[in-house]
């Protein structure tokens, strides 16, 4: 059964000190993975967020935008995953609702040109990346449009997330 209110507080006590010591000698994915047992334990199994589904200048592009956004976060998915994916899976839910808890708007692309595995492109000049990032420019250009944004965007309000490839990419 779920723990009560007492032995769930001790847990996330010991959750605090562990993530401490886990991120010095296992690194953030422990940290996550423990995350997701609180969240489990707090709130049940993670329900995948709403999200609007668009085709734009050839990239497929995930929406949640609420009705007073702060700030923009652009999401970049790792290999063998796609922009779906963030609105998809545990760690990436948690996350989210973190974010959205800010009044952050959420746009997650898939890459739109890979070799079968889903890898965003590397910046190192060539024209895949090249490619790649004025497609994206041109679909972030094109939901903030059909957002109707009220706020002023600039760079301080694009907050750029990427796993694996997508960070390098980002």
């Not at 923009?72 to 974010?99: D, T, Y």
Request: glycine share 8%.
């Amino acid at each position: 059964g779920l723990m009560d209110a007492e032995d769930l507080q001790m847990f996330l006590v010991f959750l605090d000190i562990f993530d401490s010591l886990s991120m010095c000698f296992f690194g953030a994915k422990t940290v996550v993975s423990l995350g997701v047992i609180a969240f489990t334990l707090l709130h049940g199994s993670g329900q995948p967020l709403p999200m609007e589904q668009l085709h734009l200048h050839g990239v497929e592009t995930f929406v949640n935008w609420p009705k007073e956004e702060r700030h923009i976060m652009v999401l970049f998915h790792g290999c063998n995953n796609q922009g779906s994916s963030w609105f998809q899976k545990p760690e990436e839910i948690i996350f989210l609702r973190q974010a959205l808890s800010y009044k952050m708007a959420l746009v997650a692309f898939t890459t739109p040109r890979h070799p079968g595995n889903f890898c965003w492109p590397s910046p190192d000049g060539s024209t895949e990346f090249a490619d790649a990032s004025a497609l994206i420019r041109r679909a972030m250009m094109e939901v903030i449009h059909l957002k109707g944004t009220n706020s002023a965007i600039s760079a301080r309000s694009l907050i750029l997330v990427g796993a694996s490839s997508g960070g390098n990419f980002a």
